[in-house]
């Protein structure tokens, strides 16, 4: 059973950054699919950004231009840049992970982001 353990997240002013990493216990093959989405308290969980064995990248609208998705797939570890952050980032955020295109996803335990204005 693959599992998915996420660092990086804080406390961080308005306009500040934070780095988040998720690294993989997989270290035979590159994960197929890798990526982020968060959680608010009582919305659903959004998609932010994923990113393939190939490096094709996707990013939900609320991030594109501000976040970046990157990966290492020899240590198969996905990080995600968070520039001028908003208090509306604040959220969980998850690491998924799917082994193969048509394998289950596998999610982290989730590492808490709080944007303070």
């Known amino acids: 059973q693959v599992q998915l353990v996420e660092s990086g997240g804080g406390l961080v002013q308005a306009g500040g950054s934070l780095r988040l990493s998720c690294a993989a216990s997989v270290s035979r093959f590159s994960i197929y699919l890798m990526g982020w989405y968060r959680q608010a308290p009582g919305k659903q969980r959004d998609l932010v950004a994923t990113?393939?064995?190939?490096?094709?990248?996707n990013y939900g609208d609320a991030v594109k231009g501000r976040f970046t998705i990157s990966r290492d797939n020899a240590k198969n570890t996905v990080y995600l840049q968070m520039n001028f952050l908003k208090p509306e980032d604040t959220a969980v955020y998850y690491c998924?992970?799917?082994?193969?295109?048509?394998?289950?996803?596998?999610w982290g335990q989730g590492t808490q982001v709080t944007v303070s204005s």
């Open positions: 998924k992970g799917r082994l193969t295109p048509v394998s289950s996803d596998v």
């Open positions: 990113i393939t064995s190939g490096g094709i990248t």
